[in-house]
Every structure is written in C-alpha cells, then in structure tokens.
C-alpha cells in the first residue's frame, strides 16, 4: 500500500489559488480512501480471529458499530466491504479474495465506498469461472470513471454473460411504486416527500432540471441566485400550474387552480393584512392581490364588520378566447429581457380586478411568475401603449427618465 500523508493546510485558506485549493481536496479524497482500506483490513483481522474470543462481542460488525458510534447497519455494510476486499477463509485451509483487482484499487486510494459497492454488487451476479476477469474490467474502468458509467458497464457485463437473463417468474410486470406524501406542517408550509419507482424518478429529475435552470439576466439586472432546491421548488410550481391549465384536467376545465381565500375588503385593495387561505393557511393580502389574477380563486370578500359582501366573480377570470390573444400578441412573458415562453405565464391585471379593473386585453399582459411577482411587489410598472403592445417603466434607480421598454426576445421586428 502507498503511504499517503495529510498534507499541511495553509495558514490562511481563503488565500489559496485554485490549483492549490483543487489539489489539497483530491489529495484530501486519496487520504480518507486510503485510510478506509487500511480500516477495511483491521476490520477483516477481527472477523476472522473472532470479535467474541477478542472483544466479546457477536461478531466484528457489532463491535465496530460501538467503537465508531455508529449504527449498526452502518457498520455491517462497512465490515462486508472489508471481507470482500481482504484474504479470508476458504476451503482447504487456504485464504481468498474475493475482488483482489477491486482491492488493489481501493488500496492506492483511487476508489471509493460508492465504486466498491456497485463492483461488489456486480460481481456477485456473475459465476464464479467468469468473476476475476469482470474484476479486472470494472476495477480498471472504476479508477477514472463515475458510478453511472461503472454501473452501464457492469449491466453490458451482466448482458454479455446471460443475454437472455433470468427466467420470468412471473408473466405479468408488478405495479410500480410510488408514494407521495403531502403533510401541512405548524407554520402553514407543506412538506412534500414520497418514494418514485426509477422510471418516474428519473422523469420527475428531467422535468425539474429543465424547469429550474437559472433565468437569463433580463432589463432589470436581477441575476439568479436561488440554490438548486429553490429552483426546483419553484420548477415545481410552473410544473403545477401547466398541469392545472391542461383542458383535459379533472374538475377544473383548465382553469388554474381551485383555492378558497377569505379576506377584508379593504385588505385586498391596499395588499395590507392577511387572508385565509383555503380555510386552513395564512397568507398576506398582498399575496391574495397576487393570485387574484390568474387564478381560480373563489374570494370572499367581508366588510369590516365580518358581513360577506361578494362570494365569486368567475366572469373577471381570463377566457380561452382572450388567453389565446395574449399568447399571439405577447408571444411570452412581456417583460423585458424575459425568454419565458406563454405556457409558463399567468395573466396578470394591470389595473386590479379589485379597483375595478376590467378581464379585457387592453388591461391584461402575460408575465411570468417571477416577474408577476416583481411587478406586484417592486417598483416596475406595467402599461399597455398606443399601439396596443404592453411597455414598462423602469424604476428611477435604473433610469431617472423613466423610459418605457418593451420585450424584443418574442417577436421579430
């Protein structure tokens, strides 16, 4: 085995220069590899001579998981590592191991955990006579390749063997799995949690990561940077609400979403308070101003004395019709600078249902969720032109003349 040392860490961290930075982690990774083989052999010794004649306990997993304080499955999959990759008692007296080319690699430090598993995983499906050269291949390709590569290759080598696989047990395919869990916690936020069978999961993967690219930086120069669970999370909204306006929707005739909100009259005109939400959550009364717009949101506005003054107003929401001529005439989100495409944008008021105004294309303009919510909240404003065509004032911070700009990126001019 190679004797690696743990190189010195420079004094003042945030003065090193990538090159320095990117070698003392890859140097830091051979380190804890290395070091998890040389574990893997102690942990093998034990077995062997006997953790109950040694330490007094069943078996070298039970007392590992005590010394490291960790569980004790944690510990099983560490020690069944360690026998696979060091000699071990066979037949005749004489010591084996299983994956002497794997254990080799793990040796000089150029594979890890993740990689060992996967190559154990494989060579246990492979018979006996054929396993030292699957070893050899998979150990040799695990030193410059990724878990996924490694597990393609491993699948070619389990295809190669036994092109016509496993007998079917049974003709009919099981259900797949899938569980979603969705739970309101104290604060009125939803936890969303469940298990996909591989096929979904990777479509749900594909979905969110095309759904949550970071935005191109638009006229107002607000770069992007949310985390990538933000991103997702709001790439799972955009994928909510292209669902609800589907036609074909269950009890929604593609609407967007059917919520309840509760709130003061005078609340939903100035967006100052709170409002019910769905019987259940507390929102702001700006945020109910929000989704007013484009949403199928059953209102009930009450005067200050709690009396219901109006229960509904479907006529105010967007018709097919109109939304079809907002898609032709914006092409998008209206906004400047904004690629986001029809599908992905509400139809926003200009003059707020609320104030009075009208569900008519000269006071309505398409604008994606994040610059909805900009306009809403910031100190951009939206007015449709002369022409007909929507045009937005900039705030003075940006251009104390206040110019109007219209988005260029949808139509050719």
């Not at 496993?166 to 979603?180: F, S, T, W």
């Not at 869990?181 to 990561?209: C, N």
């Not at 949101?297 to 109006?310: F, R």
């Not at 398409?366 to 065509?389: E, K, T």
């Amino acid at each position: 085995m190679s004797e690696t040392l743990i190189p010195e860490l420079p004094q003042e961290l945030w003065r090193a220069g990538k090159l320095e930075l990117a070698h003392g982690a890859t140097h830091l990774v051979q380190v804890i590899r290395v070091a998890s083989a040389c574990l893997g052999m102690y942990l093998a010794e034990v077995e062997t001579r006997g953790a109950e004649d040694l330490f007094g306990h069943g078996n070298a997993a039970s007392w590992f998981a005590e010394i490291a304080r960790i569980s004790l499955g944690d510990a099983r999959d560490t020690v069944n590592r360690a026998l696979a990759l060091n000699p071990a008692p066979v037949a005749g007296g004489e010591t084996a191991v299983f994956a002497p080319a794997t254990a080799a690699a793990a040796e000089d430090g150029a594979i890890g955990d993740q990689h060992i598993d996967l190559i154990l995983d494989i060579l246990r499906k492979i018979p006996a006579g054929e396993r030292e050269g699957a070893d050899k291949i998979l150990a040799g390709l695990a030193r410059h390749a990724g878990p996924r590569e490694l597990a393609e290759a491993g699948a070619n080598l389990l295809a190669h063997l036994d092109p016509d696989g496993n007998e079917p047990k049974d003709p009919e395919p099981a259900p797949p799995r899938r569980e979603v869990f969705v739970e309101r916690r104290g604060d009125g936020f939803w936890k969303l949690s469940g298990l996909l069978d591989p096929e979904t999961g990777a479509r749900t993967a594909a979905i969110l990561d095309a759904h949550g690219a970071r935005r191109p930086v638009d006229e107002s120069g607000q770069a992007d940077h949310r985390t990538m669970p933000q991103r997702y999370g709001d790439a799972w909204a955009d994928v909510l609400d292209l669902a609800t306006a589907c036609p074909d929707q269950p009890g929604t005739a593609g609407y967007r979403t059917l919520v309840h909100v509760t709130v003061g009259l005078d609340a939903l005109k100035t967006g100052l308070g709170t409002a019910c939400l769905d019987f259940v959550g507390t929102i702001t009364a700006r945020e109910a101003r929000l989704m007013a717009c484009d949403c199928l949101m059953i209102p009930a506005v009450l005067s200050t004395a709690g009396e219901p003054l109006d229960v509904g107003r479907m006529r105010r929401f967007v018709t097919p019709g109109q939304r079809r001529a907002l898609n032709i005439r914006d092409g998008g989100c209206a906004f400047p600078g904004c690629h986001r495409a029809p599908k992905h944008c509400h139809a926003h008021h200009i003059q707020h249902w609320a104030d009075g105004g009208p569900t008519d294309l000269r006071n309505l303009v398409l604008l994606c969720s994040f610059h909805h919510r900009l306009i809403h909240h910031g100190d951009w404003q939206v007015r449709i032109a002369g022409d007909g065509i929507p045009e937005f004032l900039p705030p003075q911070y940006l251009d104390p003349l206040r110019h109007p700009r219209r988005n260029t990126l949808h139509h050719v001019t």
